[in-house]
């Protein structure tokens, strides 16, 4: 006998995220940045600390430490568009800053321990719980005027471009 069910389609679930004040993105920033030191020197000394391999064990610090960030950059007339994919982070998780020229995303969340199991773990992948971000935008946009929205694991930042200065030129005519 074979059973047929049917599949309900959910609607998306929306979530805006809102902007922070880039020194409260700073330092987090720096305590980031001095966590991912602390864990590459510590493989440096784990490999016999020989150098010449510094940046390796920077890199490697900071794959255990961080979360990947994939993001796309997209570009129309009036405005810049970020899509970045942070999977398992909610909106309050999140802390988005954003600057003329600069776009900062920041995020922490907490795991829970499954404690009291009976089975010994041979082998686990996980990701990492934070997330960090810094991108150099392409052109200046208007941190008042932008928009981010949480939606499906995918934070969309819509960032109107910044009012350009209008430069006139006067003709210079031979005498």
Known sequence: MIEKGTATQ??????SVKLVEPGILLDRI???????????????????GVPGRELDDWFKAEEELLHPVHMNLAESDGALTVAVE???FGADQLQVSLEPRRLMI???KETSKEEGRKQRIVYREQCSDEILRVIDLPEDVDPAKATA?????VL???LPKG???????????AA
């Open 10 to 15: 959910l609607a998306p679930v929306t979530t």
């Open 30 to 48: 720096n305590r980031i940045h001095e966590g991912i030191e602390r864990r590459a020197f510590e493989i440096f000394q784990n490999n016999g």
């Open 86 to 88: 942070v999977p398992g």
């Open 106 to 108: 920041s995020g922490k």
């Open 149 to 153: 929205i949480l939606k499906h694991g």
């Open 156 to 158: 969309e930042l819509k």
């Open 163 to 173: 009012i350009q200065p209008v430069t006139s030129r006067d003709d210079v005519k």
